[in-house]
């Protein structure tokens, strides 16, 4: 007759009594992540370039107006998508304005850029319909409710062309005198060079009126891009020597320029010179 199996023998190891129960240690809370650092703009007063605007209280005009310039190619558009990613995490409403987006004569300036039926003068006129009406009806209010504007090129692209179709300094700086003079003004200067690189790499093409092909400096859409371009950085200096904004280096990377452009806005938002 066969015993029985025994049951499976469980050993257990007993910890001695004086030594205490170990128990697992208690995990840490993870860190509650750090919300990004808000920096409220502390308030400058504003000024106009010349006669500006009637009716306008400069000392409601809380918000910043931070400008852009550069040629087409140059990175504007994506140095400011960074910048409007960066202020709007950090806790700041943006509005962005540029050339053509008026909405009482973009639809026509296009046309007559299709047509080239316009003098130099009247195109500079649209031109600065174009901004006129940006300026009243989307600048300016959006500065009263403290708003960050961001301004994809200003009156300084619309001189400097205008002044390489030989208008009138003088005219052209009066005719502007309605502007707001911005808290900061970025120039992305590059090279013609570079810019045809950029252009072709961006869209295959160069675009008729950044080439001054209205000109008639070549009939070649090359040269007349390079010879275009180069005067109107040239343009730039002169305007950077009357009104005062910086010159950067657009040749870099993306990410090097846009570290120099956020500690330009931050120095804007406290109040100091970027």
């Excluded at 308030?43 to 852009?68: C, M, N, Q, S, W």
């Excluded at 009156?155 to 309605?178: K, P, Q, S």
């Excluded at 992305?188 to 295959?204: D, G, I, Y």
């Excluded at 950077?240 to 931050?266: M, T």
């Amino acid at each position: 007759m066969k015993r029985p199996a025994r049951p499976a023998k469980i050993s257990a190891v007993v910890p001695a009594p004086s030594a205490p129960s170990a128990r697992p240690a208690a995990s840490a809370p993870a860190p509650a992540p750090v919300p990004p650092q808000v920096f409220l703009p502390k308030p400058t007063l504003k000024r106009f370039y010349g006669h500006g605007i009637t009716g306008v209280d400069l000392e409601k005009l809380a918000g910043k107006l931070v400008v852009i310039e550069g040629a087409d190619g140059s990175g504007r558009s994506t140095q400011i998508a960074k910048l409007v990613d960066w202020l709007e995490v950090s806790g700041h409403a943006t509005v962005q304005v540029g050339l053509k987006r008026s909405t009482l004569v973009s639809e026509e300036l296009d046309q007559a850029q299709k047509g080239n039926i316009l003098s130099h003068t009247t195109m500079a006129l649209f031109y600065a319909t174009d901004f006129a009406d940006q300026l009243e009806n989307i600048i300016l209010p959006s500065l009263r409710a403290g708003f960050i504007v961001l301004a994809d090129r200003y009156i300084y692209t619309l001189m400097a062309r205008a002044m390489v179709r030989e208008l009138d300094e003088a005219w052209l700086r009066n005719l502007y005198g309605i502007a707001l003079v911005p808290d900061a003004v970025i120039y992305l200067n590059l090279s013609p060079e570079h810019l045809v690189q950029r252009n072709f790499a961006k869209t295959h093409s160069l675009d008729y009126w950044e080439s001054g092909m209205d000109l008639g400096f070549s009939r070649d859409l090359f040269d007349s891009f390079l010879k275009y371009q180069d005067l109107v950085a040239q343009r730039f200096n002169r305007l950077q020597a009357i009104y005062g904004f910086e010159i950067i280096n657009g040749n870099r990377s993306p990410e090097e320029i846009h570290l120099e452009l956020r500690q330009k806005v931050a120095a804007v938002l406290a109040g100091r010179p970027g």
